[in-house]
Every structure is written in structure tokens, then in C-alpha cells.
């Protein structure tokens, strides 16, 4: 999503003048919470939808259990429950005698028979048995594994459902964690709050994603299957992987390399790697298709430097796989859930491929950060680049810059662009891909965004706008007190977690600055994700 923030002076803000620095409030973790506000097939108001919210480990503490007593349900027993919302990882929120309980496949609006599960002192976890009312948006979802895999979690709610929930979503973050008031339609802004556009969709919401990330493991023979190497993604909430042959949210060509790296590593005996044990070879295989120009990359994420069958398996693979540009290895001997390493071998063939984004053509490397789904990515941008408001005099600072794609949109309409991003394999390619569209008006540097943008402060450069395209985990609190040090007439933010969202959004209000105008973009569709 994009947000568009405008410089407000002291005397704008009142005679109280302007609190700086603020207090920042972060997000407590995935977990689910309570329902928040609600919303009707009007777009806005109705059942509540749910806010994202948290759970902590109590595991390594000597905290007492909770008691329990006098909850007016119980563990194993069955209930009616009303769903009044959906929660942080679409599970639905329901009420049973005024208590809270998440149910996995519940939708707003419905009534449900379920059976208690766990249970906390205020809120618990059921199994869905029976639908007793169904909600009008839920439809049945295509995929054939989607009650096992994790991948999705909205398949069941009507896509127009979904694009409202995840506006709300939006709209609960920004009152609930920042604090602000949002208008109450989508009037043009006013003192009445900030306006909080509808989410922009796709036309089509399916095969949108031009790169897999599938994990690798072992399945032991059964009734039902002989066994063997198997890839997919994991069941929702564990690590145990659901072998799939195709994801509706993947490219067709994401898919196939799957399949064809599964099919051909089986027959070369190339063991999978087994997280419990940290033994095996192979780990993960992460599949890069570029939508505008058909190039395909195979990543192999590998426990060792060690590749037997080497040419046997470049052979194989370019054999199976037309279009096929590139083949690397990335060596990962961490224990740990990060998917690659620092190493990375090219194989065979080039060490990019390449894929468009309007009229901006980028290299792309086996670890570039490149947004996953292309034709929405190019509303994204469009959004952020109407939002910066930029007449071709502008000079424009782009935090968390990655391989440059935000930049180069930018430097299309402005004076100068400079451009930092912490991970240094990116700069390459963001300078790569300056030269490769012989854009010269931007500048980019490797470092921390709150280390970088400082010491270009202390160098003479006055941004008038500031971009920030952070990851998930939001902006570092030293870069919000450099952007309010450096006081830009206008602040974009792109964020991929309202909730970090609006908790930055709460520091730069207390810093002087007023958002205006909040446009939320489906970039994953089917999922949970805005």
C-alpha cells in the first residue's frame, strides 16, 4: 500500500506546537486478537473483520498457568458460535457466551458448530464441524490441497470480500496502533480524517506470483504413497511440508521448475535436507520467472558446497525446462529458518535474468528483493510516484531502496534520486540497472538507511521528498528521526504490515506531519497480505 503524507507546519498544528520524536508502539507478533471494526457488503461497516495482534511464548518462564476456572466454555465440548470477524491469519474470530474463539475456515456473518480446542484466559482456538449459516461471500475454493497447505488463507471469501476486508484491515491498524482518524467515506480529505481509498485488486487474482520459494524434505513410505524426496509448502502454523504438483498463485512456469527439480533430483539420489538432523543436501528450490520477457531461474538452496551429479543435473534441467537462463546454487549450512546463505555459484548460464516494470528493464539476481507480483507492482509504484507529487525538480531520497525499482520510477520525473539499501549484492544490481536503462540522475550507496541519509544531511542534500519501502518489521526509529531532522515538504511510505505501518505513521504525526491520503494495493491476493 502507499501513503501519502504532507509537511505541516507548527503553526498549522496549533498553539500547542509540535511534539517531536513520539512514542513508538510495536506490534506483539503474529498471533490473532480481537475483532475490530466491522464491515457490510457495502464496503465499510457491518461484522467486524478482525486487527492483527500478537501471542507470546511463555516457553523458558516459571510464570504459573493461567487459571482457567470459570470460563463459559470448556475444552473437547461443541457450540454454537457467531463469526463477527476475521483475524491476523484469516482464521475466523467468533463469539460463543461473550468469549472469543479463533476458528480456522469460519467467515463473518456465519454460524458455526465447532469443538474447543485450547483454551487461554481470553480467547481460545476450535475446530470448525458444521456451517450451520453460511456467509454470502464464501465460495468454494479452487485449490485441491488448500485445506492443508498454508500457502493461501482467504481461497474461501469471494475476492470483492476480500478486497474489503483487507481495506478494513488497513483502517483498524491506522485507528487502533497509530492512533488516527479516518474518514468515514471516501470523501475527499478533510478535517473529518484521513481518506482511506478501496483497495486496488487485479482484474484476474490468480498465477500472479513470478517467484517460488518451495522447501525440500523427506516423506517415509505409506499405505497411499511410496516415499521419497518431496517439496511444497508448509501446513499452516508447522513446518511439515504438503507436497504439491501445482499453487494457484504461482506462475505456470514456477510450477514447472518445481516439479522438474523434485523429478530429477529423485533421480539422481540427491538427498533432502532434514532441519531435525541437519543432514541432506538439498533444502529449498526457489524458481524466478520474468512475466514481460519469459526468463526463468533455478536457485538451489543447498546444506554444502558439495553438488554431485553437477553436469548431469544442468544437462537434466536445461533439457526440461524451456526458456531456462539460469541455474545457481546458494550454500546455506546455517541451522536456521532463513532460506539462503551468503554464497552464491552460478552453475550455468547468466547470473540475472530480466523482467520489465513499464518502461523500466531490471537485472534481477538469485537474492534481489523484486516484488512478486509484477502486474501489480506497477499500480503500486504508479501510486507512490502520483503520491511524490514530483515536477522534474525535485530531489528525492529512496530508503530501503533494494535493486533500485522504486528509484528508477522516481528519477523518471525528478531532479536527482538518491538511493540506500543495506544489502550490498542489491546496490550492484540498482547501479546495474541505472546503466542498463541509462538513467544517471540517481545515486545509490550501500549502508543502513539511518547510518547513510545522515551523513548525505551533512553533505549539503536537502531532500524535498522521502520514499520508504521498509521491510515488515517497519522503519528504524533512528531513520524516523532523521527524516523529522530533515524536515521534506512530502513523505511516501510503501509498507507491506499496516500495523508497523501505523505505528511509524503515529511518530511522524507527533513529529509535525499529517497523513493525508492512504491507498491500499492487493498485491496478494488469496492471502492474509496487504
Known amino acids: 500500500m502507499s501513503k501519502k503524507i504532507s509537511n505541516q507546519s507548527k503553526r498549522e498544528a496549533g498553539s500547542g506546537g509540535v511534539k517531536r520524536g513520539g512514542q513508538t508502539e510495536r506490534p506483539a507478533g503474529r498471533g490473532p486478537s480481537g475483532a475490530g471494526k466491522p464491515l457490510n457488503a457495502g464496503g465499510d461497516r457491518g461484522k467486524p473483520f478482525g486487527e492483527s495482534g500478537g501471542r507470546v511464548s511463555r516457553k523458558g518462564n516459571n510464570r504459573p498457568s493461567a487459571d482457567l476456572s470459570g470460563l463459559p466454555v470448556a475444552k473437547n465440548e461443541e457450540y454454537e458460535a457467531e463469526i463477527v470477524g476475521i483475524g491476523h491469519e484469516g482464521e475466523g474470530v467468533g463469539r460463543v457466551n461473550g468469549f472469543t474463539l479463533f476458528i480456522q475456515g469460519a467467515l463473518p456473518g456465519e454460524r458455526v458448530l465447532v469443538k474447543v480446542l485450547k483454551l487461554k484466559k481470553q480467547y481460545g482456538y476450535a475446530k470448525l464441524l458444521k456451517i450451520l449459516q453460511p456467509s454470502p461471500d464464501r465460495i468454494a475454493a479452487p485449490c485441491p490441497i ?310 548525505w544531511r551533512r553533505q549539503g542534500i536537502a531532500p524535498d521528498v522521502i520514499v520508504v519501502d521498509p521491510p515488515r518489521k517497519g522503519c528504524d526509529a533512528a531513520l524516523l528521526a532523521t527524516i523529522l531532522e530533515m524536515h521534506p515538504a512530502r513523505v511516501v511510505y510503501v509498507s507491506c504490515n499496516p500495523s508497523t505501518l501505523a505505528r511509524d505513521l503515529r511518530v511522524l504525526e507527533d513529529g509535525g506531519y499529517s497523513t493525508v491520503e492512504v491507498q491500499p494495493v492487493d498485491m496478494f491476493p488469496h492471502t492474509v497480505h496487504i
Open 146 to 455: 488448500y485445506s492443508q497447505c498454508g500457502g493461501c488463507q482467504l481461497q474461501h471469501l469471494s475476492y470483492e470480500a476480500q478486497l474489503r476486508f483487507k481495506r478494513q484491515l488497513v483502517v483498524d491498524n491506522l485507528e487502533r496502533i497509530g492512533k488516527l482518524k479516518v474518514a468515514e467515506s471516501e470523501a475527499p480529505a478533510s478535517e473529518k480524517g484521513i481518506l482511506v481509498h478501496r483497495t486496488l485488486g487485479m482484474d484476474d487474482p490468480w498465477r500472479y506470483r513470478n517467484k517460488a520459494q518451495v522447501p525440500i524434505g523427506f516423506e517415509a513410505a505409506n499405505a497411499d504413497r511410496e516415499g521419497g524426496l518431496i517439496g511444497g509448502f508448509y501446513a499452516q502454523g508447522s513446518h511439515r511440508i504438503i507436497d504439491m504438483d501445482e499453487c494457484l498463485i504461482q506462475q505456470e512456469n514456477n510450477d514447472l521448475v518445481v516439479a522438474e527439480v523434485k523429478r530429477i533430483a529423485r533421480e539422481l539420489g540427491i538427498r533432502a535436507y532434514n532441519e531435525e538432523t541437519h543432514k541432506g543436501l538439498l533444502r529449498h528450490v526457489v524458481a524466478r520467472y520474468g512475466f514481460n520477457t519469459g526468463d526463468i531461474m533455478v536457485v538451489l538452496i543447498t546444506n554444502g558446497e558439495s553438488m554431485p551429479h553437477k553436469d548431469e543435473l544442468v544437462g537434466l534441467l536445461r533439457q526440461a525446462i524451456p526458456g531456462l537462463k539460469s541455474i545457481c546454487q546458494n550454500v546455506n549450512k546455517e541451522r536456521t529458518n532463513v532460506i539462503f546463505g551468503d554464497k552464491t555459484n552460478v552453475l550455468w548460464g547468466d547470473d540475472v535474468i530480466y523482467d520489465t516494470i513499464g518502461d523500466v528493464r531490471f537485472a534481477i539476481s538469485a537474492r534481489s528483493f523484486y516484488q512478486v507480483n509484477p502486474v501489480q507492482t506497477e499500480v503500486l509504484y504508479g501510486k507512490a510516484l502520483d503520491f511524490a507529487g514530483l515536477s522534474g525538480e525535485e530531489t528525492v531520497i529512496d530508503a530501503y531502496c533494494g535493486i533500485g525499482t522504486i528509484s528508477l520510477f522516481l528519477a523518471q520525473r525528478a531532479r536527482q534520486v538518491y538511493g540506500v539499501e543495506i544489502v550490498g549484492e542489491a546496490i550492484d544490481d540498482a547501479r546495474r540497472n541505472a546503466l542498463l536503462n541509462g538513467i544517471r540522475n540517481v545515486q545509490f550507496e550501500v549502508g543502513a538507511a539511518e547510518v547513510v541519509i545522515p551523513e
